[in-house]
């Protein structure tokens, strides 16, 4: 049954429906919370599609709680009138929360019971997405090949749905060659992701991905490019109060900021990417920015600093399983 079949149409618009979706296409989650708050309560509880939209939206705000509630509320609706499509992506939304919140094996859990509804439904959209998501997780446990091929099978799922949606596996790509120390792989894969955003003229997602491509110009060395993306990703971000969107941007900005000779303000600005990380629950994104602060710190001869940054960020790793992660973080934990 579609998402906007008969059933939701006996109690809710297909006009709200269609605004409510639109906002969140558009990465526009601050709107659809005000946008969806005021309606009766009873169409949000009673609607699959309108729950999911609403708990995504506020998940994607950082109200991880109240996000997973009423996805859970959709998930429900969902299995009540047998639709399978908004029962797998409200499993992969919960999936998707775990992840953000550092709860590895629940989000594996969530991700592969909903890749098991989309297979039987031959839905190769959403095996994208899962097998995707997949991917993110063995990636932040250092399973790098494992990563590639759950990245490669969601590149055919995609192709099989005849959709385009490519761009977040391909940025999912970067991240790992930029891992791997294969920085051209790294750059072609963050420009194809860069470019089919752009080609779906989707503003929210373009900024994600344009971070990406900061980090990896970063780690080529080329500042002038970062820089450029960077700040385009964050005014994009910070347009649609997109706070988890910005919190991202902030850490590389400080990576920026210190290629480019500024420590003090990259010290700053990597500060307040911990802290922004720590009030969203976002323990990997906190982690990253702590570990690029002790680094910072620790190339500067501020040895107790660095360690006193670094011990959070890679206890954070570890019990995230990013054990390579925590791993490198030793020599600035362990000096004496």
């Known amino acids: ?38 309606k009766p309560p009873e169409d949000l509880d009673r609607s699959p599609t309108l729950a999911l ?56 859990g969530f991700f592969e019971r909903a890749l098991a509804v989309a297979q039987n439904e031959a839905n190769h959209g959403m095996i994208g997405r899962c097998s995707n998501n997949l991917g993110i997780i063995e990636d932040m446990r250092g399973n790098r090949a494992k990563a590639i091929a759950a990245f490669s099978r969601a590149l055919v799922a995609f192709e099989q749905a005849g959709t385009n949606r490519t761009d977040a596996v391909n940025a999912n790509l970067a991240v790992v060659y930029g891992h791997m120390a294969n920085f051209q792989g790294a750059l072609e894969a963050a420009n194809l992701a860069v470019t089919a955003a752009r080609q779906q003229k989707d503003g929210a997602l373009l900024a994600e991905l344009r971070c990406v491509r900061a980090e990896v110009h970063l780690l080529i060395g080329d500042m002038r490019f970062a820089r450029k993306d960077i700040e385009a990703a964050l005014s994009t971000h910070r347009g649609i109060n997109d706070v988890a969107g910005e919190a991202s941007d902030l850490r590389v900005l400080g990576l920026t900021l210190r290629a480019e000779g500024s420590d003090g303000e990259a010290e700053r600005v990597l500060r307040g990417a911990v802290t922004m990380g720590e009030a969203l629950g976002k323990p990997y994104l906190a982690a990253s920015a702590g570990r690029d602060l002790a680094e910072l710190l620790h190339h500067n001869g501020r040895q107790e600093a660095a360690r006193m940054v670094a011990a959070p960020a890679q206890a954070r790793f570890a019990k995230l399983g990013a054990v390579q992660d925590a791993k490198l973080l030793e020599y600035i934990v362990d000096v004496k």
């Open 53 to 108: 939209i609403y708990g995504t939206s506020r998940a994607r705000l950082g109200e991880h709680t109240a996000g997973a509630a009423w996805i859970t509320v959709a998930l429900e609706r969902a299995q009540e009138v047998g639709d399978r499509h908004i029962e797998a992506r409200a499993l992969n939304g919960l999936g998707a929360i775990h992840l953000e919140t550092g709860c590895l094996d629940e989000a594996v």
């Open 1 to 38: 049954m579609s998402s906007f079949g008969s059933i939701e149409q006996g109690f809710t618009s297909l006009t709200q429906l269609r605004e409510a979706r639109g906002l969140a296409e558009a990465g526009k989650y601050a709107a659809v919370v005000e946008y969806l708050r005021d």
